[in-house]
Structures are given as structure tokens and as C-alpha cells.
């Protein structure tokens, strides 16, 4: 990419999208293409088309989507799949018709078998049945992934797909029906340390296995992939280590300087037992993540403390 190139970033005023933007601009990288979702509705396909007609991006970072947590995917399951598969659709199809130097889609590690073999390599992409809780948001980013496979196929387009595991970092959701687990540790037992409360509810059993990446390792990741990663085969991001539900919750608890008891709520979802990234393929090209969890962490209660006003709350 060269640093006047005209950047689009779909979706940067999100936590995944504003760390691209943030990392690009460190770069020295200066032509960007920014829309609010008021401004350019990516569901709308005239609209999507129109903008991409007008405005000629060369690179696109497809980082709008429809995302939430285990209950929002399980509740919102119509939204999270229409919505979805609108948004990628326009964007991809209006990138090779405006002939878009390169694109990026990102999906995400919910794409693989509920039971796959751990660490989950690439090749596992539709070897079994998907988790129950999020099916439609992973069929919708499985969509995705084909969409980018099938233009380069056809049209030679330099389309590439990487698989993010679970995130956390600066401008994340902190709603608590709507927020993935870290966001939700962080506020509930930030809250529960100021009110002076004994215990705080969390959900499901606490055994599961997540891994978790600061979001301006994935950023880097990112930039670096755009920049180093021409290949028809999608490609995992991650650590490549994960912790249980529980034992981030203690870390979590530590960093905020909360004191009190956990409570498990097991009517509550569980969802994928383990979904570990095998990234050695990542590891091969020369990228690995800088951010250790708790520093992460440490730094995510910072970005909690310090822009808590204009959070998704
Ligand atoms: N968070 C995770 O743990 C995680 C893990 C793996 C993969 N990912 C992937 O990373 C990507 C970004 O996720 P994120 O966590 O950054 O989500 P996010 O913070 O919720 O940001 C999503 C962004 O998408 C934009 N958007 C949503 N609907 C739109 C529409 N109809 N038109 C235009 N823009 C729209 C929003 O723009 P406005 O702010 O302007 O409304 C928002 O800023 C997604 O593809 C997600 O699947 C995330
Ligand atoms: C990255 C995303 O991961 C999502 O799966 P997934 O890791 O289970 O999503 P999370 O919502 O992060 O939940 C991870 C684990 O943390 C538990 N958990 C404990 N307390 C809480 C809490 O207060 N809030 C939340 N949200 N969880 C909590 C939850 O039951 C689950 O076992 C998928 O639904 C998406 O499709 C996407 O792939």
C-alpha cells in the first residue's frame, strides 16, 4: 500500500475499525475514506454502489458488521444474519465492480465446528456442525469468506479473509445485554467496587476456554496481512494460548481491584466449550502479537476509566 493511497475503513468508529485507522495513521498512511453508518448505511446496495462509484477507494478494510456477544447473537439471530450478509455483500460486490486494488473481510473464529479439533487450523472450515448460540452470524461471516474466495476465483480479484478471535480493547461495547465477556467483566466489577457490593453474577458455568486479543495487535495484524498476505486461504489471528472463563475473570477482578465474590448464573449460555487459534500459519509470515492479557486488560480498564462518557454503555 502506498502511504497516499485512498484507504476505505468500513466500519471505523468501531473498536475493531478505529484500531485499524489508529494504527494506519502511525504508519504515516494519510487518504482515508471514513462514513458514519448514518452517513452510508452499508445495507443499502444502491447507496454502497454509489459511494464506491463516487469516492474510488483502492484499499477497503471491511470492518462493519453487526456484532455482540453470546446472548445478542442468540437473541438478535435474524438481525445478526440479514444484516451481515447485506453489508459484506455490498461492500465486496461494489469493490470489484469499482475495481478495489485489494480488500479486507473479517470474520471470526465462531466460523468453525462447535467440536473441532483444538487448536482449530484452517482446514477445518466446514468439517462439522456450527455452535447453536451464534449459527447465523457465522454463516454470515462463512458467506463471506466464500464471496472473497469465489471473486478471486472468477475475477482475479486479491480479496483476503482473516479470522480474529476473540477481541477487547479502546471502543468496545460495554452494554451488558449486547457486550462480549471482557467488556462485561470490566463494568460489572468496576461497578461493583464503587457501589461497595459483595458479589457480582456472571454467566454460565465459567469452564469454557476463550483467547483473547488486545485490539491493536489485531490492528497491526491487519495492516500487516494487507501488506504481506495474497492467498486464496483465509488466515487465523491470534495468541494461540486461551485461559477459562473463570480464570479471566479473576485477572479481570485483580486489575479493577474488586474484592468480592463471583456468582455463576448457569441458566445462562455457555456456547463453544474451546475455540483455540492454531496460528502457526500467521506465525510463518512473520507476525506475532506484542500485548500479554493482562497488560491488555490493564490497559482496557484505562481506556474504560478515561473515555467512560463516551462509551457504548
Ligand atoms: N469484537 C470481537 O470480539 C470480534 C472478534 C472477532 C471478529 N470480530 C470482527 O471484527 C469486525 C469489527 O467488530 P468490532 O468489534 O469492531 O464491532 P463494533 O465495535 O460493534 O463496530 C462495528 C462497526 O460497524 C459499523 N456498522 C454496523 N452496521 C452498519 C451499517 N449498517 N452501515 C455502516 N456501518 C455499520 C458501525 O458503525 P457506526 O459506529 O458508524 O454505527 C460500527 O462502528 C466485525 O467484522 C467482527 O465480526 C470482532
Ligand atoms: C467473538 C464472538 O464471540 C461470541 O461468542 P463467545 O465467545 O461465546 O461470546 P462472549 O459473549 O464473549 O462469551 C464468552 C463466554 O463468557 C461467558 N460469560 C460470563 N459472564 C459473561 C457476561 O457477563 N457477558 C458475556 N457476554 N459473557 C459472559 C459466556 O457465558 C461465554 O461462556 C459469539 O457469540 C460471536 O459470534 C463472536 O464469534
Redesign the pocket.
Known amino acids: 500500500m502506498e502511504k497516499d493511497a485512498k484507504i476505505y475503513i468500513?466500519?471505523?468508529?468501531?473498536?475493531?475499525?478505529s484500531a485499524i485507522h489508529r494504527k494506519l495513521q502511525e504508519k504515516g498512511f494519510t487518504n482515508f475514506v471514513l462514513k458514519?453508518?448514518?452517513e452510508?448505511?452499508?445495507?443499502n446496495q444502491q447507496a454502497v454502489a454509489d459511494f464506491f462509484e463516487n469516492e474510488k477507494p483502492e484499499y477497503v478494510f471491511?470492518?462493519?458488521?453487526?456484532?455482540g456477544g453470546i446472548i445478542a447473537n442468540n437473541t438478535y439471530r435474524a438481525v445478526f444474519l440479514y444484516?451481515n450478509l447485506s453489508?459484506q455483500n455490498n461492500v465486496i460486490h461494489s469493490s470489484f465492480v469499482n475495481k478495489v486494488k485489494k480488500l479486507m473481510f473479517?470474520?471470526?473464529?465462531c466460523i468453525y465446528p462447535k467440536l473441532a479439533p483444538q487448536p482449530l487450523k484452517e482446514e477445518y472450515l466446514l468439517t462439522g456442525l456450527l455452535e447453536e448460540t451464534n449459527e447465523p452470524y457465522a454463516i454470515a461471516?462463512i458467506a463471506g469468506i466464500k464471496m472473497c474466495e469465489s471473486y478471486r476465483k472468477q475475477y482475479g480479484c486479491d480479496f483476503i479473509s482473516v479470522m480474529?478471535?476473540?477481541?477487547?480493547g479502546p471502543?468496545?461495547?460495554y452494554d451488558l445485554q449486547k457486550s462480549?465477556v471482557m467488556p462485561a467483566m470490566i463494568r460489572k466489577f468496576h461497578e461493583a467496587k464503587l457501589a461497595g457490593n459483595e458479589a457480582v453474577t456472571l454467566w454460565g458455568t465459567g469452564s469454557p476456554m476463550r483467547e483473547f486479543l488486545h485490539a491493536d495487535d489485531l490492528a497491526e495484524a491487519c495492516v500487516f496481512l494487507m501488506e504481506n498476505y495474497s492467498e486464496e486461504e483465509f488466515i487465523n489471528v491470534g495468541t494461540g494460548t486461551d485461559v477459562t472463563i473463570k480464570e479471566l475473570a479473576e485477572t479481570v477482578k485483580k486489575v479493577v481491584g474488586f474484592t468480592g465474590e463471583l456468582i455463576w448464573d448457569t441458566a445462562k449460555p455457555d456456547g463453544t466449550p474451546r475455540k483455540l487459534m492454531d496460528v502457526s500459519k500467521l506465525h510463518a509470515k512473520g507476525w506475532k502479537h506484542t500485548i500479554a492479557l493482562e497488560q491488555g486488560i490493564a490497559l482496557a480498564y484505562q481506556d474504560f476509566l478515561v473515555h467512560h462518557d463516551t462509551l457504548r454503555l
Open positions: 468500513a466500519g471505523h468508529r468501531g473498536m475493531v475499525g458514519t453508518s448514518k452510508l448505511d452499508l445495507r471491511l470492518a462493519a458488521a453487526k456484532v444484516e453489508i473479517l470474520g471470526s473464529s461471516k480474529p478471535t476473540n477481541l477487547y471502543n468496545d461495547n462480549h
